[in-house]
């Protein structure tokens, strides 16, 4: 029995075809149709093979009655077309009715013509379809509706418009980084601060020793090691979140890590100057966040960690880490006395770091302002954006607080005659 109900077209009758300096070729047998006209053809493999560049095409709905999936580059890529009654040397029948976001005017004219021509000639529908395909591209990134996308890309609901769409390639997914889309201000919010960090630590790490000792670089290195990697797996795993599923979870992951990371990194300092000369509670300090770090990054390795429903839980983990400090400072205000900590223990933006991580995580957890009103938020000011840079503030305050009080301590000088 054949597989092929496109009779007479010469295209349905084959496996590939070339149209210009393209090759297409059908990837699945079509379905079989009551309408013998009528094929469905829903995975069609498009080559370019011209040359070394590359240039990819994603996924998304066009019109009512036409659907664009898949991923390109021009080397090789694969698209799966819904078209709806659009002739490609056989009429195609659409499964697929996608919602739709809005086009701009100009490519709905543009499309429609396309559209048209692709209909009544027939001859020049290949090299049209070509064009179309690239003008689907050149319309860009800001036409996935949250809808359209798969389960694993629905994170927020309430961010509507302007979502990438499955790249299946990491070099489409990085160059999303300069288009605009729902993720274009999480990357950026930490891929400069993980610059500005980078910088930070080469200026403080290459002070000559009469200026900073080996011990301060090396405490600091902790903080500085912390916030680097965890502004950098965050900006990665914002960059290729819409590669794939299983990328995406990864470095999802990844993102948990780092956050873990962050505290752990922050807690070095902190208790290392605050308990200067007091090795028992430096060193069980030190241990207890070390465990509850791990503790952290273990649980965020769970896989159903990183689902929606578990943004609160998330949120409170990471905040309970960070509350964790709560002791050792109680500890400092109880020996020291909370004036002498405000003052000479940097209390004071510990107690504002605090802060800024709390409310950037309730901004998380609480999905505002885009909760309050849905679409209006989906490529600017969205949760995630302003908790993104509440943990940067958190971040340069922590520096500017262990700052002050390794400069306290060691004006102090030497531990023997001070306490015990
Ligand atoms: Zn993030």
Aim: net charge negative; charged share 15%; hydrophobic share 45%.
């Amino acid at each position: 029995m054949s597989s092929d109900p496109c009779l007479g077209a010469s295209c349905c009758q084959q496996e590939s075809f070339a149209f210009g300096r393209n090759t297409y070729s059908r990837d699945s047998s079509p379905a079989i149709q009551e309408d013998p006209f009528s094929l469905d053809i829903s995975s069609l493999s498009v080559n370019y093979d011209t040359d070394g560049g590359d240039e990819s095409i994603s996924s998304f709905p066009l019109q009512d009655d036409i659907r664009f999936v898949g991923k390109a580059s021009r080397s090789s890529f694969k698209q799966n077309y819904g078209f709806k009654q659009i002739d490609l040397g056989c009429r195609l029948r659409s499964d697929i009715t996608a919602e739709v976001d809005k086009l701009p005017p100009e490519l709905e004219e543009e499309l429609a013509g396309v559209e048209t021509s692709l209909l009544s000639v027939p001859s020049k529908c290949a090299e049209q379809a070509e064009e179309f395909v690239k003008k689907v591209w050149a319309a860009g990134w800001n036409v996935a509706h949250h809808h359209t996308l798969p389960d694993w890309l629905k994170d927020n609901d309430f961010l509507l418009r302007g979502h990438r769409v499955p790249t299946n390639s990491f070099l489409a997914c990085f160059k999303s980084i300069f288009r605009i889309h729902t993720e274009t201000g999480n990357i950026w919010t930490h891929l400069l601060g993980m610059i500005a960090f980078l910088g930070i630590a080469a200026y403080f790490l290459s002070r000559p020793s009469i200026e900073i000792q080996w011990q301060e670089k090396a405490v600091f290195s902790a903080f500085f090691t912390g916030a680097i990697l965890c502004l950098c797996f965050s900006w990665i795993f914002h960059t290729v979140y819409c590669h794939s599923e299983r990328v995406g979870r990864f470095f999802n992951k990844l993102d948990y890590c780092g956050i873990a990371l962050l505290t752990i990194g922050s807690f070095v300092p902190w208790l290392y100057y605050s308990f200067y000369c007091r090795l028992e509670p430096k060193v069980t300090y030190l241990a207890l966040i070390f465990f509850l770090g791990t503790i952290c990054i273990v649980v965020s390795m769970w896989d159903k960690f990183s689902q929606p429903q578990y943004r609160p839980l998330r949120a409170g983990v990471f905040v309970a880490l960070g509350l964790s400090g709560v002791i050792p400072a109680m500890h400092y205000v109880i020996t020291d006395g909370f004036w002498h900590a405000i003052n000479f223990a940097a209390l004071g933006w510990l107690l504002l770091m605090a802060l800024l991580y709390i409310v950037g995580a309730v901004i998380y957890a609480a999905r505002i302002p885009e909760r309050i009103f849905p679409g209006k938020f989906d490529i600017w000011f969205q949760s995630h954006q302003i908790f993104h840079v509440f943990v940067l503030a958190a971040a340069f305050v922590h520096y500017h607080g262990i700052s002050e009080i390794a400069n306290y301590r060691l004006t102090l000088g030497d531990c023997i005659a001070r306490e015990f």
